[in-house]
């Protein structure tokens, strides 16, 4: 696409000087989460992991188990590594020149995997994306790295669905935001009720989407439709 790319003014909002702020974002949109004071040190996450493992009923000291504290503590760093990440600058680089085009863009079947923030037990499943540019659209690759840096983060799957509307809806500024995330919650296939294959499905509809049943039926549509 010959494009004119245009840095996104995430600063205009927070200006200490007290100049125009046009864009008001919300808080999880504008900065990645601020960590505890004080972080944990590695040593101490190594050594909660070594609880948890006796409490199972395991000798942390046992072989198998030995370097598993460690192998816990360097996954965290891949899980969890959306609090190190903030939307606003996922989306910051956008193409203002779109020609006449002014319908719904969609991204379908973008996989993730998340953990709920009740059992801290994965969740994963498919989020699909719309919404319908105005002046300016983001490249389509930023949209799967939106619902990754929200997914890689402790959730729940409602939170992660109008989390991932907001963030398009404050810095795009579209006509309209559609979000449906279908996923498997191990919380409940491997405890609790213990129904493997229950899928949870929740959406999220912003502006034409919310205002008007037929883009709702077709976005719907669109993301049912077609080949898998
Ligand atoms: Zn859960």
């Given amino acids: 696409m010959d494009a004119i790319v245009k840095p996104w003014p ?3 909002g927070a200006n200490a000087t007290g100049n125009t702020t046009a864009t008001q974002l919300s808080d999880h949109v504008r900065a990645a989460p601020r960590p505890v004071h004080p972080r944990p040190s590695r040593e101490e996450a190594e050594a909660a992991v070594r609880t948890l493992i006796a409490y199972a009923g395991d000798d942390p000291k046992r072989e198998g188990v030995l370097e598993t504290p460690k192998r ?10 959306g609090y190190t990440e903030c939307p606003a600058d996922v989306l910051d680089r956008t193409f203002s020149e ?7 863009v969609l ?6 995997n998340s953990h709920c923030e009740h059992h801290m037990m994965p969740f994963y499943g498919r989020a699909h994306v719309a919404y319908m540019p105005v002046d300016r659209v983001v490249g389509l690759s930023k949209l799967a790295r939106l619902v990754d840096v929200y997914a890689r983060r402790l959730q729940t799957q409602e939170h992660l669905t109008s989390q991932v509307a907001t963030a398009i809806e404050e810095i795009l500024k579209p006509r309209g935001v559609a979000v449906l ?6 919380c ?3 405890r609790g009720v213990e129904k493997p294959g229950a899928a949870t499905i929740t959406t999220q509809f912003r502006g034409v989407f919310r205002d008007d049943p037929n883009e709702q039926v077709r976005f719907i549509t669109m993301v049912r439709g077609g080949q898998r």
């Fill in 188 to 190: 409940m296939s491997m």
């Fill in 10 to 12: 995430k600063n205009a």
């Fill in 181 to 186: 995330i279908e996923a498997e919650h191990m």
């Fill in 107 to 112: 991204v379908r079947d973008i996989t993730f």
């Fill in 72 to 81: 816990v503590v360097d996954a965290y760093g891949e899980l969890y590594k």
């Fill in 98 to 104: 779109i020609g006449t085009y002014d319908d719904l």
